[in-house]
């Protein structure tokens, strides 16, 4: 007779089968699952080594900026300061003046295109003082040997709209100066604050005051000089930044001829007006002032950093 062990050993090893079996089947399961979760999301985003990110289906999500074309130089420039002392071209003599005709005047003394600062009014402000070393500053109009320059604070600078205005600042004494403006007083200079060269500033007060109240006024000065235009470091007929410089009122707009018609160009924060595709670039170009006159210039050429003067000039007011 059989001892019973020897029936209940075959029953212990099919026990172990089946178990390993339920082990092996609940683990590719598992790896399914996994499997599913990681390399099925269509979400997933993957870096494909060029600092580019893309999801697997292929279609872009982020993208790091990409070189700009050699033709078309970057319209960067660096922030402005009120010490801003980044040297630019003299005017050259070689260039023969370009031709020039100027819209008829505005008769109304009213300044429709006028930004914060406008003409007949006064404005409240005290005035401090920097050292202006060569004359440049934000507005880029580069060196100069007239010493009699301001800083204009970044509210009333209105992103360049202030650059080469004239004013007259009183001080509380009586005395008074006449200053251009060819710079950015940045964040600490308050709305209404002009921090002046300081020869000028010497004039109004000492400068052991340092801080002086002050009211000031736009100005339409009295001038014999015409007006000129450079083309920013870099333009082309692809791509081109144009200034204006000498004017007696400041610059409201700036228009180039284009194919079809004339197309207004936006002005930075240094004094430029860009042209990104290249539109206009060494055409006829159109200055319009704060009073809404109007002079068009023709036959700048494209010359960086070169001052090219004009035989006209704005209207006194």
């Not at 079996?21 to 494909?48: I, K, N, W």
């Not at 109304?108 to 004359?135: C, E, H």
């Not at 000031?216 to 692809?238: E, F, M, N, Q, V």
Request: charged residues 20%.
């Amino acid at each position: 007779m059989e001892s019973s062990s020897q029936h209940r050993q075959p029953r212990k090893r099919h026990s172990v089968l089946v178990f390993a079996a339920v082990m092996v089947v609940v683990a590719f399961v598992g790896f399914l699952v996994m499997v599913f979760r990681t390399d099925f999301r269509p979400d997933r985003e993957t870096d494909d080594g060029r600092g580019r990110v893309t999801s697997v289906a292929g279609s872009e999500v982020t993208e790091s900026p990409s070189a700009t074309p050699t033709r078309k130089p970057s319209s960067a420039s660096p922030t402005a300061t009120a010490r801003a002392t980044t040297p630019t071209a003299t005017a050259s003599s070689a260039s023969p003046r370009p031709s020039a005709t100027s819209a008829p005047r505005a008769v109304s003394g009213a300044a429709p295109l006028a930004g914060r600062i406008k003409p007949d009014v006064t404005y409240d402000g005290v005035a401090t003082f920097y050292d202006a070393a060569d004359g440049n500053g934000a507005c880029l109009f580069g060196p100069t040997d007239d010493v009699m320059t301001a800083a204009m604070n970044t509210t009333d600078y209105e992103t360049s709209k202030a650059c080469g205005a004239y004013v007259r600042v009183r001080a509380a004494s009586g005395a008074t100066i006449t200053v251009r403006i060819t710079n950015e007083c940045p964040g600490e200079c308050a709305p209404g604050q002009l921090d002046l060269s300081a020869q000028a500033f010497a004039k109004l007060a000492d400068p052991v005051a340092g801080r002086i109240p002050i009211t000031w006024t736009l100005l339409s000065p009295d001038t014999s000089d015409t007006l000129s235009i450079r083309y920013k470091t870099g333009s082309s007929a692809y791509w081109c930044g144009i200034q204006v410089i000498g004017h007696r009122n400041p610059v409201a707009r700036l228009e180039v001829r284009t194919g079809s018609g004339w197309s207004q160009l936006p002005r930075t924060e240094y004094n430029y007006f860009l042209s990104e595709q290249g539109s206009g670039c060494g055409g006829a170009i159109r200055i319009t002032d704060i009073y809404g006159e109007q002079l068009t210039v023709d036959g700048i050429a494209v010359r960086p950093d070169v001052v090219q003067s004009t035989r006209v000039q704005f209207a006194q007011h």
